[in-house]
């Protein structure tokens, strides 16, 4: 549903499609023979300011395709509550330095074919009710497949991002029992289509899981697209569901770490699920004076990052200085945006990501006395950034309540929340800060990957162990665990966070440059080497893509 392909660009809301955007740019760099697809999302998804008593105030986000894609000829209709809805491509095309090009369809229903709340399907990402959403979905599964059809594509394999698309899988089913409607055995077309289909799901959460009621497939889809009889037992016989679909007719199926596959199998048992684990692609998410670094000893970095692993004979005063010009674009940044003025000497934490539940921002903040107290031995500060959706009502008072502790905490320690998070912000502050913090509710966290864009530029990571963390954590050498695996209560987490902070990470900072300074480098060795979207894209090429 969203590829972050560059800031320009509003057609991403968060991890997803960042990871899906660091995809596309390693298949282009690889080489590999690859077609993206996705919805145009000319509203964006939101443009966030904070207001004085520090609530989100979301702002539409649009953006304007013919800025930045070229329009295609090629048009085809989908059927939704009985109206034929046209679809006509963007062609954005992703390109590697080495000049090897990957194109990137965006689909648009804002033509004038169609009826006023027909164009508007593809206009806002994750915006409306259940039924526009059901409506996005065909657009993007049903048109999808036949577009890709109608502009001479021969799609060997259908890799589905999450089940927004899974409708796809229907559309290859009919289409099987059309070409072939004397045999009529839907396990044999069942087979076939799964042959075609890899599946990755990317969140453990439930509402990311979509769910349709009959009542609305019936309405807006028709009812003889797939009988009803034959679709329920592969979505659901309640409601359906688009996890279970893409599962049922894909016949690889992965988690996006080896902790979430596992968390995966124990929701839906019954299944085989692989893990992959995600990458970064490192170009886009490394600082220019470490890219410089990295150039001058592991030439070819960008396109084979495993050279990375030698990353420990750069010099330390190199690594040193190439941090600080990271940390100070940012505390630049944080000084525009904010008129917060940061110390270069002082430890500056970080946490950035999407603002829900789960994710915890307000775990550093469980104990304001005990933060006081750290702060008065070892001082530090702390820049926050992340949006909430419009109905995370959760996620929106988590921002209320940081601005809350920041005032309560200041001036003792200095903080600053940076607005609308996104692409270009991210790369700012992954590079530029000392630690970088997460705190995921255990196992709700799939994967994370800020924290491996962190890694790519020395920076350490502090995190509870879930999803990629687990698999790269040495502690005290690659950066620091927040509790023991699978051993605290989430309630015990503060307190480790605290203990972890004041027993180890600012100590080492204020005492110990010469160690600090080694840790950066058995995290730029040990990360990035591994944890990179070229390493990701070889092993869905080879294991999902190529099947035996
Ligand atoms: C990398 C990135 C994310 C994902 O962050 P996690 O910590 O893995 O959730 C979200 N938003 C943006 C803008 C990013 O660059």
Known sequence: MEIALRPEIHSYS????ILAGDTARSCADLELPVVFVTLASRAGYLRQEIAADGSQVAHDDPWNPAEWATPLDAMIAVGIEGRSVWIRPWLYVVTCPIGHEIPVLLLDTDLDQNAPEDRRITDRLYGGDDVYRLKQEIVLGIGGVRLLQALGFSIGTYHLNEGHAAFLTLELLRRRQRSDPGANRLAHEVDHVRDMCVFTTHTPVEAGHDRFSYDDVRRVLGADFVPLDELKPLAGE????MTRLALNLSGYVNGVARRHAETTKRMFPGYRIAAVTNGVHPVTWTHEAFARLYQQILPNWGHEPEVLIRAEHLRDEDVWAAHKAAKHDLLEAIRRSTGVAMDPDVPLLGFARRMTGYKRPDLLFSDLQRIRSINGRFPFQVVMA???HPRDEEGKQLIREIHDWM???APGIRMAFLPNYDIALAKTLVAGTDVWLNTPQPPLEASGTSGMKAALNGVLNLSVL???????CVDGITGWSIGRD?????GQHADALYAKLEGQVLPLYHQDRARWVWMMKQGIAKIPSYFNSQRMM???????????
């Open 466 to 472: 879930d999803g990629w963390w687990v698999e790269a």
């Open 407 to 409: 005032r309560a905490l």
């Open 386 to 388: 992340g949006k909430a």
């Open 14 to 17: 968060g991890g997803l499609g």
């Open 538 to 548: 070889r092993r869905y090429t080879t294991e999902a893509y190529v099947r035996p």
């Open 238 to 241: 309640d409601r359906l569901n």
């Open 486 to 490: 699978g051993a605290e209560e989430a």
